[in-house]
């Protein structure tokens, strides 16, 4: 009997018919002595939809709602029909004794195995590949240690849970939305409360009132010192009066070290990547998007294997791996990482809790470099970069802490306080790893600021840290010069992708595997926008978070749900009472949409109107564009939004002219040479279809025109609409 593999992807499964010997190529599937490998193409089963329960319910009426199916169905995508059919023939072959699950170690990899499963009605044994990482030697191992696929029930319902929550959630409040205003509003159980998030710290931004402020700071000529009231205070001064006063009080005085103090600090190294960190970092040193440094993290676990499994959101290595650690420095000690790497080989390495734990290692551990062989020549330049991030971190984990003694002193004019900070480096440590990276750009762990903090306050108002001279206490000094320098209380920040992920993550918001796909999600329905790596809401998104219920406003719900999730996952919690629950929330919340009062203004109405109904065009932006769609969601009628052409032609410089829509009607221009001709009833020489109709159905059913002349008028107008 012969083991049938049923992995995520061709690639994949390509690279693991490779690995077990499997040279048979047939057309979905590929053979050999022992397994026949076939493979998804991501989801090949999804729920069914709402018309595939009742045909009524493909139009969408808010009478029909809350949909809430007592059992939800599955059903074969049509797109990958195909590719389904060729994997349930191999499930009814008589010579396969069993299957092993070999989709992406996850949630969302088992629900893709699993459903085929279901629609296929597998009864047969089947066992589960559990690996980290695509080299042969991984694939090779989880073979000879497949697991129990019983062992992986509980994260099925987990999985089950979330896409059924998802459909439950997302569909009715919705369609709720989107019917009863008659525009197209999509909410759910994890982007409406990110997107509330924005919106918060955007009313944060509009309320907020910048008041001017005032620093004073004593020039001891090697050094300078910031007056503060005491030692709590910050330096700020909120009179210029004031300000002026106390430099009037130091001038030319003398201070005395009243204070002085030398402590030895240290910072340890970084821990490893999870993907949420690794996304955060990749946002703030590279500028990539979420979504971007998944899929190219993708590509160099996937196409490359040089890394782990990604969607992971451990920061912790497992004691198992120890052994490999070594063989994966041996690997990355290639280009600018020879001479950084080979150093660690050759001594032994100091593991300690900040690298291995198991307790805090979930299904998968922290992304590490893999043992494969790197070719940084092969890599794409956002490859490079991103493995760059990879690489250096890990050889990071190995280096000692950086240390530097930090001296603080409170000089004393009078009664005038003035506090300096100095730095003097001993060890580098950790940092000496970021002085070549290819990146460019220093390495700042403690860098997770989400802007929730106190909104007068911004990095400007702290000292930099100084070299200071040798001091001593009571040592007296002259004050050569005092300056004032005036600043301004700033807004809250708005939020880059790092920051936003920082706060997803806090609040429990999706997870790692997720939070990209739900910020592409807020972009992509024009609920949010970014601009120069800011994220804010749109006036389309500013409404929504208006007329979406309350409570699915808020991050705690949700964040619960991600919880229940995780424990049922782990065998402790209950899938049936928590669908229960979300039913019920459903319900709850579509009824709330019904009754609510308020009134949704489309932002971005323009002034052109539809052919079809005459009613205002929306400007829309997406993937290839803008565009100009109905506001009448039920017309459906949709063009770019760039200028069209006309056939006619400037007079002036021969280029073809614009098609433009006037109060007397359309017209062609040329902007350059400010040429308009009227249009009349016809666009590009074509009259419009409808107008067309009308006039055929006008002049054939008018009794007072000859057969004749209506026959030639049809002729006529229908050959213009060819």
């Known amino acids: 009997m012969k083991s049938l593999v049923l992995a995520e992807k061709p690639s994949v499964a390509k690279e693991i018919a490779r690995v077990l010997g499997c040279g048979q190529k047939h057309k979905g599937y590929m053979e050999g002595p022992k397994y026949v490998v076939t493979w998804a193409l991501g989801h090949l089963v999804t729920l069914a939809e709402p018309e595939d329960y009742d045909p009524k319910y493909k139009t969408w009426n808010l009478e029909d709602l809350p949909l809430l199916?007592?059992?939800?169905?599955?059903?074969?995508?049509?797109?990958?029909?195909?590719?389904?059919r060729a994997v349930a023939q191999l499930c009814k072959r008589q010579d396969i004794g069993e299957l092993i699950i070999a989709t992406d170690a996850g949630r969302e990899g088992e629900l893709v195995a699993r459903w085929i499963m279901e629609l296929v009605h597998w009864?047969?044994?089947?066992?589960?590949?559990?690996?980290?990482s695509q080299t042969d030697k991984a694939i090779k191992d989880g073979f000879n240690q497949l697991k129990p696929g019983k062992d992986y029930n509980h994260l099925y319902a987990s999985a089950v849970c979330r896409a059924e929550a998802d459909w439950l959630i997302g569909l009715n409040v919705t369609r709720a939305l989107t019917t009863k205003y008659n525009a197209q509003l999509a909410a759910g159980r994890v982007q409406t409360p990110t997107l509330a998030m924005l919106m918060e710290r955007?009313?944060?931004?509009?309320?907020?009132?910048?008041?001017?402020?005032w620093n004073v700071f004593a020039d001891f000529g090697d050094f300078s010192a910031i007056w503060r009231e005491q030692d709590a205070h910050d330096g700020r001064i909120w009179s210029r009066e004031e300000a002026d006063a106390i430099s009037a009080r130091i001038k030319r005085g003398q201070a005395k070290v009243s204070r002085l103090r030398t402590v030895e600090k240290s910072e340890p190294h970084p821990q490893a990547y999870d993907l949420t960190e690794l996304q955060r970092d990749a946002n703030k040193k590279l500028g990539f998007s979420a979504?971007?440094?998944?899929?190219?993290?993708?590509?160099?676990?996937?196409?490359?294997?040089?890394?782990?499994?990604?969607?992971?959101?451990?920061?912790?290595?497992?004691?198992?791996?120890?052994?490999?650690?070594?063989?994966?420095?041996?690997?990355?000690?290639?280009?600018?990482?020879?001479?950084?790497?080979?150093?660690?080989?050759?001594?032994?390495?100091?593991?300690?809790?900040?690298?291995?734990d198991d307790s805090k290692v979930t299904d998968h551990h922290a992304i590490i470099p893999t043992e494969q062989f790197v070719n940084?020549?092969?890599?794409s330049n956002d490859e490079r970069r991103l493995y760059d991030l990879i690489v250096r971190r890990f050889i990071a984990l190995f280096y000692g802490p950086y240390r530097y003694d930090e001296t603080s002193v409170v000089l004393t004019v009078d009664k005038d306080q003035f506090y300096a900070k100095g730095k003097i480096e001993k060890e580098k440590g950790w940092k000496e790893i970021y002085q070549t990276s290819v990146n460019a750009s220093s390495q700042d762990d403690d860098d997770d600021d989400d802007g929730a903090g106190d909104a007068g306050e911004s990095k400007a108002d702290r000292q930099p840290s100084q070299l200071l001279p040798p001091l001593s206490n009571a040592q007296t000094l002259t004050v050569k010069q005092e300056k004032i320098r005036e600043l301004r209380t700033l807004p809250p920040p708005r939020y880059t992708e790092a920051t936003l992920l920082t706060r997803m993550e806090k609040h429990s918001l999706g997870t790692p595997a997720t939070r990209a796909d739900i910020i592409e999600k807020l972009l992509g329905t024009d609920t949010i926008t970014r601009t120069q790596n800011k994220l804010m809401p749109t006036g389309k998104g500013k409404q929504l978070i208006e007329l979406v219920v309350k409570e699915l406003r808020s991050p705690d719900l949700t964040a619960k749900w991600e919880q229940d999730l995780e424990r049922i996952a782990k065998g402790k919690g209950d899938p049936a009472a928590f669908m229960k629950n979300v039913r019920q929330q459903a319900a709850k919340w579509v009824s709330e949409v019904i009754a609510e009062t308020k009134e949704y203004k489309p932002h971005?109405?323009?002034?052109?109107?539809?052919?079809?109904?005459?009613?205002?065009?929306?400007?829309?932006?997406?993937?290839?564009?803008?565009?100009?769609?109905?506001s009448d969601r039920e017309c459906g009628y949709r063009r770019a939004a760039e200028p069209m052409l006309s056939n006619k032609r400037c007079p002036n410089c021969h280029k073809k002219m614009?098609?433009?829509?006037?109060?007397?009607?359309?017209?062609?221009?040329?902007k350059p040479c400010n040429v308009i001709e009227m249009l009349g009833d016809k666009q590009n020489g074509k009259v419009n279809r409808k107008q067309n109709q009308k006039l055929i159905e006008q002049y054939s059913d008018n009794t007072s025109l000859s057969n004749s002349l209506?026959?030639?008028?049809?002729a006529a107008l229908e050959k213009q609409s060819d």
């Open 69 to 84: 199916p007592h059992k939800m169905n599955l059903k074969i995508m049509k797109e990958t029909s195909q590719q389904y």
């Open 123 to 132: 009864r047969k044994p089947f066992k589960r590949l559990w690996i980290s």
């Open 202 to 213: 955007e009313q944060e931004i509009q309320s907020f009132q910048s008041q001017p402020y």
């Open 291 to 356: 979504k971007q440094t998944s899929n190219v993290l993708q590509k160099l676990y996937e196409q490359h294997k040089l890394v782990t499994y990604p969607r992971t959101d451990s920061r912790y290595l497992s004691s198992d791996m120890v052994p490999t650690l070594k063989g994966r420095l041996e690997s990355i000690a290639v280009g600018p990482y020879a001479q950084l790497a080979r150093r660690l080989v050759r001594m032994q390495l100091p593991v300690t809790k900040r690298i291995v």
């Open 376 to 379: 940084i020549a092969a890599l």
């Open 604 to 630: 971005n109405l323009t002034h052109s109107r539809c052919p079809e109904c005459e009613k205002p065009l929306l400007e829309i932006n997406g993937k290839r564009g803008k565009s100009l769609v109905c």
């Open 658 to 670: 614009e098609i433009k829509d006037g109060k007397a009607g359309k017209f062609a221009q040329c």
């Open 710 to 714: 209506a026959d030639k008028l049809k």
